[in-house]
């Protein structure tokens, strides 16, 4: 409580502009085409600045960013700044067609928000298509100049760990062809970290990322799951990792030998450098809830090196330490990480709740459309309240709530699902008419600064797996999650209300629920989905309309100068 109130001063302080000790962050992104050479082939992909994985932002709480993107590259684009608040900035949240329209070849826009009330690991990355496979990067947020600092012992040194996606095709290629036939997403090819994938794939010796320590020295790992389609358990041989933050807020420090993290989440450990001198391996694997008859998944293994100082070079006799890795399908241990962060302090989980809603969101099926040629009757799609979102076209939808124009969303997003069933079970299936689902532009309307509750229940309509859901624009508090569908008079026993983790990503468990709570006291139009890439363009989303307060300082600006134009 006393470090939300001394981030809600900095916000009054910051938005009256008496922040003297705040700077401005000022970066140039140039998006364009490149060729790298990885898993012994070159391949030309979509960048920024010619870096893979991209540039990291580093700034202060407290402090302004200006980013100014320039689309070098043949395909639209849109940058999204994954976990920032964009409290009065929503026309820089980024997401295509929510927010903004893209940025066209040839043209630029420049992002500019403000970094208050948090602090710690998020970051960057493309929200048109699957660029997102190659733009992304690391934005990392200190503690405030003369600030309280970390509530932990400042580490020796700080190392950013990003989990990624690699495809020896070409991405927007395979989209293409998925859309086209009304099938899945290819899986990867491989795995990488900072973009390498590690000397256990071929050709791959000189593409295995390093972090070198010493001993008895503490390191902060900022742990970034940027991948498109792949939750990971990450550990490294012979040490344990203390958690001490996730999705920038700080937790009661959690130790553990391995790390859960689904794509769109940070997480922030401490490594303690106190095993004996050596060559050490951190490695990632998929964590794959869904069986793969139903839902196929890479099961290559990404690696780097933890090096100890002074210690001899590893060879192909003396390679580095492996970790003894969990199965691909452990869901205990992937729900016992989840599950078992808290936050820091008691922090401000709404208590009284004006508006209860129930999502029930899976897969689905739908006819097939005129631009998917390679369709045969049916294609996939997934849902939310059995709504497969359809995006807009002409006109992005912050501008349509912004200039009142009609016809762009509908603002009838259900409370609850149309017809209540046994979400869980995956005898659903033998029901053809749970698989269907409509398409839409709906929103929810939500007044401002009224507290919300939504039951996320996973169905296993084609496959139940773990999600991982996103919502821009807030922090949410998961007060509960577990196994089955969601009985209220059984869960209500296991909230958590007094210290609830704060996310921006929840990874709700396979054939299970979770309650999220939050104050819709930040504007304009928001979207919640899947952060499974592929899922995501199956329709696995819905927006907030969260409406105007009574204070300019609590409504909507207009949009800037050079916003793009659809």
């Not at 000022?26 to 893979?52: D, E, M, P, W």
Request: hydrophobic share 40%.
């Amino acid at each position: 409580m006393a470090r939300s109130a001394f981030f809600l001063a900095c916000f009054i302080f910051a938005f009256l502009g008496f922040s003297a000790e705040a700077e401005v962050v000022k970066h140039t992104f140039k998006v364009s085409n490149i060729v790298v050479r990885r898993l012994c082939q070159n391949k030309t992909i979509t960048a920024v600045n010619g870096k893979y994985p991209g540039p990291t932002i580093k700034a202060h709480e407290g402090d302004s960013v200006a980013i100014h993107v320039i689309n070098e590259s043949p395909y639209n684009i849109t940058i999204h700044w994954h976990g920032i608040f964009q409290r009065m900035t929503p026309w820089a949240d980024g997401p295509n067609f929510i927010t903004q329209c893209s940025i066209q070849p040839g043209n630029s826009y420049t992002y500019k928000f403000n970094v208050i009330g948090q602090e710690g690991t998020l970051w960057w990355h493309a929200h048109v298509s699957v660029l997102r496979a190659t733009v992304y990067g690391a934005l990392i947020i200190h503690p405030r100049v003369g600030g309280v600092g970390f509530p932990f012992p400042k580490p020796y040194k700080e190392a950013t760990i990003l989990l990624g996606e690699w495809w020896k095709a070409d991405v927007v290629g395979l989209q293409n062809a998925a859309l086209a036939s009304g099938g899945a997403f290819n899986i990867s090819d491989a795995f990488t970290i900072n973009g390498r994938p590690g000397d256990l794939y071929r050709c791959s010796n000189k593409h295995t990322h390093k972090v070198e320590v010493e001993q008895g020295k503490t390191y902060l790992l900022r742990i970034i799951n940027a991948a498109l389609n792949s939750q990971f358990f990450f550990k490294i041989a012979n040490h344990r990792l203390t958690v001490v933050g996730a999705d920038a807020a700080y937790t009661t420090p959690f130790s553990t030998d391995v790390i859960t993290i689904a794509p769109g989440q940070t997480i922030d450990a401490l490594l303690h450098a106190n095993a004996p001198p050596a060559n050490y391996y951190m490695a990632a694997i998929a964590y794959a809830s869904a069986p793969p008859s139903i839902s196929p998944f890479d099961n290559t293994t990404t690696v780097a090196t933890l090096t100890y100082k002074q210690s001899p070079p590893s060879s192909s006799s003396s390679p580095p330490l492996m970790p003894s890795l969990p199965a691909f399908n452990d869901t205990p241990t992937a729900h016992h990480f989840y599950s078992n962060l808290t936050a820091l302090h008691p922090n401000s989980v709404p208590l009284q709740i004006d508006q209860h809603m129930f999502i029930a969101f899976g897969l689905g099926l739908t006819p097939c459309s005129a631009n998917q040629p390679l369709c045969q009757g049916r294609a996939l799609s997934a849902s939310m309240n059995n709504i497969s979102f359809s995006f807009p076209t002409t006109v992005s939808m912050l501008e349509a709530h912004f200039r009142r124009i009609r016809g762009v969303y509908t603002k009838d997003f259900p409370n609850r699902p149309l017809v209540a069933y046994d979400f869980s079970n995956p005898s659903v299936n033998n029901v053809g008419s749970f698989q269907l689902t409509d398409k839409g532009t709906k929103v929810k309307r939500l007044k401002y600064n009224s507290t919300v509750e939504i039951v996320l229940q996973n169905t296993a309509v084609l496959a139940a797996e773990n999600h991982p859901l996103h919502l821009h624009g807030y922090n949410f508090y998961v007060v509960a999650q577990g196994f089955g569908n969601y009985k209220k008079k059984e869960a209500v026993k296991k909230y958590n209300l007094v210290n609830p983790q704060e996310r921006n990503t929840i990874a709700v468990p396979v054939g299970g629920w979770a309650v999220i709570r939050f104050r819709a006291d930040n504007p304009g139009i928001w979207i919640m989905h899947c952060h499974l890439d592929g899922h995501l363009s199956l329709g696995l989303a819905m927006a907030l309309e969260v409406g105007n307060g009574p204070t300019p300082s609590t409504t909507v600006p207009p949009p800037p100068p050079d916003y793009p134009q659809c």
